[in-house]
């Protein structure tokens, strides 16, 4: 690739596709490999106290659902449940990304799904 950025980058400069599928095939087994020792690594005897909080509307009040390891939960919100650590894990998870001008810049920034506390079980 050219260092002066008056020249013309060609086709012959772009990287090998093969190389770009092996590494994109790495990356995704690395991050299901990591996702599966989280999982694994949390048993069933691992409890949480988790409470989901109260958002806005109808549907901010209504149960959460929860499903992991073949476990299916409804969490009520506003107050605290024991469940697995997984649903922790699951909710640490879920989010989506919300974009802010900043300075005229457009800014990416994840923010939860859910509101919600979990403290161990005591």
Same mark, same amino acid.
């Given at each position: 690739? @050219?260092? +002066? @950025?008056?020249?013309v980058?060609? %086709?012959?400069?772009?990287?090998?596709? $093969?190389?770009?599928?092996?590494? $994109?095939?790495a990356?995704?087994?690395?991050?299901?490999?990591?996702?599966?020792? %989280?999982v =694994?690594?949390?048993?069933?005897?691992? &409890?949480?106290? *988790?409470k989901? +909080?109260?958002?806005?509307? =109808?549907?901010?009040r209504? $149960?959460?659902?929860?499903?992991?390891?073949?476990? +299916?939960?409804? !969490?009520? &919100?506003?107050?605290?449940?024991e469940?697995?650590? !997984?649903?922790? *894990?699951? *909710?640490?998870? #879920?989010?989506?990304? !919300?974009?802010?001008n900043? +300075?005229?810049? #457009?800014?990416p920034?994840?923010?939860? &799904?859910?509101g919600? !506390?979990?403290?161990?079980?005591?």
């Open positions: 690739m @050219s260092k +002066n @950025s008056s020249d980058t060609t %086709l012959d400069d772009a990287p090998d596709v $093969a190389d770009t599928k092996a590494t $994109a095939a990356k995704k087994a690395s991050a299901q490999e990591a996702s599966k020792e %989280l =694994e690594g949390s048993t069933k005897k691992d &409890r949480i106290l *988790l989901i +909080n109260a958002g806005e509307g =109808e549907e901010g209504s $149960a959460v659902f929860l499903s992991a390891d073949g476990k +299916n939960v409804h !969490i009520p &919100r506003g107050e605290f449940h469940v697995d650590a !997984i649903f922790g *894990l699951l *909710l640490e998870g #879920m989010v989506y990304t !919300i974009y802010e900043v +300075n005229g810049e #457009m800014v920034r994840s923010v939860p &799904r859910y919600y !506390i979990i403290k161990p079980v005591a």
